[in-house]
């Protein structure tokens, strides 16, 4: 079972194996949602499906039954666990998931999957251009049609920490916020996206990007566990949650502290654009 990372190597071996894994091509781009589906139909691993940020993994605006707010609601563990019934995903199996983005955008799914209990989810390191300069083969168009299958969510839920938490917990140390935007955000001296700037009261800066290398594979695992302590420095990693603009890119901290031996951390998936939406909700600058 592959948890965290797999590499190019590894993921050749499954798919010529009796036992393929299921593997999704994650790409998208904030600025350009639509961008995603034509780098998908250009190019992707053969038998790769499509998992989109908007329409899969994202509940609509205004959903009543969206697991969390802000600007890239989570459906319903019971409407994700459905499309993943519907593109044919059973829980014994093994998923591979990657994007072009540096990993900013198929963890996601990584970290969707982890909360329905689904352990056996890994990351490609260095993503498609990893595969592709490791002379991988690619298709082109639409891909496979899926067989359906029925998928059942394990009944509990963990790694999903809510705003009301968030806010009754600041201050405290049971809880240790990680904001994985970059700094002029995290600072309050720029916001492209939302109405308000600045970031969560107490909250530590880690800018997702910190965790890739120039070549787009995670950095080496003593290398994050240095820093991330360095970060911390003598907080506990259990109290550790997680947020970013949407709730997307945070996921990349939580899989690098994953990677470097530090555990399983939360996530607060509505983050700032969920946050700042309420203005009894206190924010810091600088």
Not at 151 to 170: F, H, M, Q
Not at 242 to 260: D, K, Q, T
Request: glycine share 10%; charged share 15%.
């Amino acid at each position: 079972m592959y948890t965290t990372l797999i590499t190019v190597a590894q993921l050749q071996t499954l798919l010529a194996s009796g036992q393929p894994p299921i593997v999704f091509d994650c790409s998208f781009q904030l600025m350009q949602p639509t961008a995603g589906d034509a780098q998908y139909l250009e190019s992707h691993i053969p038998s790769a499906l499509r998992a989109d940020l908007d329409r899969h993994l994202s509940a609509a605006k205004g959903d009543p039954d969206a697991a969390s707010g802000g600007r890239h609601p989570l459906p319903s563990r019971q409407a994700f666990a459905s499309w993943l019934g519907n593109v044919g995903l059973t829980p014994e199996r093994q998923v591979v998931v990657y994007d072009r983005q540096a990993a900013n955008y198929c963890g996601r799914l990584w970290w969707m999957l982890k909360w329905l209990g689904h352990e056996a989810v890994a990351v490609l390191d260095g993503g498609l251009p990893a595969w592709i300069a490791a002379g991988g083969a690619v298709e082109a168009g639409k891909g496979p049609t899926p067989q359906s299958s029925k998928y059942s969510p394990d009944p509990v839920e963990s790694g999903l920490v809510a705003a009301d938490t968030i806010a009754k917990n600041l201050g405290k140390p049971i809880q240790t916020v990680i904001d994985a935007r970059g700094e002029p955000r995290f600072r309050g001296e720029v916001e492209p996206l939302d109405p308000v700037a600045g970031h969560i009261p107490g909250a530590l800066n880690r800018p997702f990007t910190q965790n890739i290398d120039a070549n787009g594979f995670f950095r080496p695992a003593a290398e994050l566990r240095a820093e991330f302590e360095a970060l911390l420095a003598g907080r506990n990693p259990a109290t550790v949650v997680h947020h970013c603009g949407s709730g997307v890119s945070a996921v990349p901290n939580i899989l690098a502290m994953e990677i470097a031996g530090l555990g399983r951390t939360s996530l607060y998936a509505g983050s700032w654009s969920d946050w700042c939406s309420d203005p009894s909700r206190p924010v810091a600058q600088g």
